[in-house]
């Protein structure tokens, strides 16, 4: 600018100047912010990468289990611990093939951490867990895991339409699809948005209770030997709760039920009722 007062050189000139040197800076400072957020999402590529290669181990690894609903379930003397804190200790839980089991126990007892468990992902810290006869160590993870429905408290929801969500991803007829919205009370819902309806992550664009529901579609729709329901139906009116609850007992499948505030006509419905801090008290 100073030779341009001068006289000594052009504005045109200087601002040609001033043109390529923006031409040659922006390149670099992308390129220096590309390699920045390359650095920043390192951590993240290192933990999908070992989470594939967990998968792929465990899809290879382990004992296949028969799809069916003729496995019984045994844990005996089991202690678990996550972070040198017992959760659960000295349980012995038998399950048998269909069975309609409800177990209550207070809040924050471990019931949640049983399911998980039983579906193969927090190791005993002692005792055994056998699925149909199998030790669940000895099983392939993949294969247990998918013996196992599950109806969360706060379920996940992808990014993707109403239909993907439900199915995630599986190939199901529409018949089978509306059958599941049915019970689980989402025709309304479907009715007004329809099964190509985007859900935002996490269901931010939908209620508690829709998002629940979708849960419920899910467990219905999949079908697997064993569904397991985690407080599955709180966010409900008593009257669907009802409904939802006299789909799971009426199938095929062995239910296993969690809870703490149930009430006594309700427990009446189960085949058992098991009370998981009694269990553990008289075992210990």
């Known amino acids: 600018m100073w030779r341009v007062i001068q006289g000594t050189l052009t504005l045109a000139s200087f601002m040609g100047i001033v043109q390529l040197s923006n031409d040659l800076r922006n390149p670099l400072l992308d390129a220096l912010?590309?390699?920045?957020?390359?650095?920043?999402?390192?951590?993240?590529?290192?933990?999908?990468?070992?989470?594939?290669?967990?998968?792929?181990?465990?899809?290879?690894a382990?004992?296949?289990?028969?799809?069916?609903?003729?496995n019984s379930l045994m844990i005996e003397h089991a202690t678990?611990?996550?972070?040198?804190?017992t959760i659960l200790h000295d349980i012995t839980l038998h399950i048998?093939?269909?069975?309609?089991?409800?177990?209550?126990?207070?809040?924050?007892?471990?019931?949640?951490?049983?399911?998980?468990?039983?579906?193969?992902?927090?190791?005993?810290a002692s005792g055994t867990y056998t699925v149909g006869g199998i030790s669940a160590s000895q099983i392939n993870r993949v294969a247990l895991r998918q013996h196992f429905g599950l109806v969360k408290q706060t379920p996940f929801l992808f990014n993707d339409t109403l239909r993907y969500n439900?199915?995630?991803?599986?190939?199901?007829?529409d018949k089978a699809v509306m059958t599941?919205?049915?019970?689980?009370?989402?025709?309304?819902?479907?009715?007004?948005?329809?099964?190509?309806?985007?859900?935002?992550?996490?269901?931010?664009n939908l209620s508690g209770g829709q998002i629940q529901r979708i849960e419920i579609a899910r467990a219905l729709l999949h079908q697997r030997p064993v569904l397991l329901a985690d407080e599955a139906t709180s966010a409900l009116d008593d009257q669907l709760a009802d409904k939802v609850?006299?789909?799971?007992?009426?199938?095929?499948?062995?239910?296993?039920?969690?809870?703490?505030?149930?009430?006594?006509?309700?427990?009446?419905?189960?085949?058992?009722v098991i009370h998981l801090d009694q269990l553990s008290a008289q075992s210990a």
């Open 33 to 60: 912010d590309a390699y920045n957020q390359r650095n920043a999402a390192k951590p993240v590529l290192n933990r999908i990468r070992t989470a594939e290669k967990a998968m792929a181990a465990a899809t290879d």
């Open 62 to 70: 382990g004992q296949a289990l028969p799809q069916t609903a003729a």
């Open 80 to 85: 678990v611990k996550i972070a040198n804190r």
């Open 96 to 124: 048998t093939p269909g069975e309609k089991v409800l177990l209550m126990a207070p809040s924050g007892f471990g019931k949640s951490t049983l399911l998980r468990v039983l579906q193969g992902e927090i190791p005993l």
């Open 166 to 173: 439900i199915t995630l991803g599986a190939s199901f007829s």
């Open 180 to 204: 599941a919205v049915q019970t689980a009370g989402l025709a309304a819902l479907v009715a007004d948005k329809g099964l190509d309806y985007q859900v935002v992550e996490n269901g931010q």
């Open 245 to 272: 609850r006299r789909e799971f007992l009426s199938g095929p499948e062995t239910l296993i039920e969690v809870g703490h505030q149930v009430p006594a006509a309700v427990q009446a419905q189960y085949d058992r």
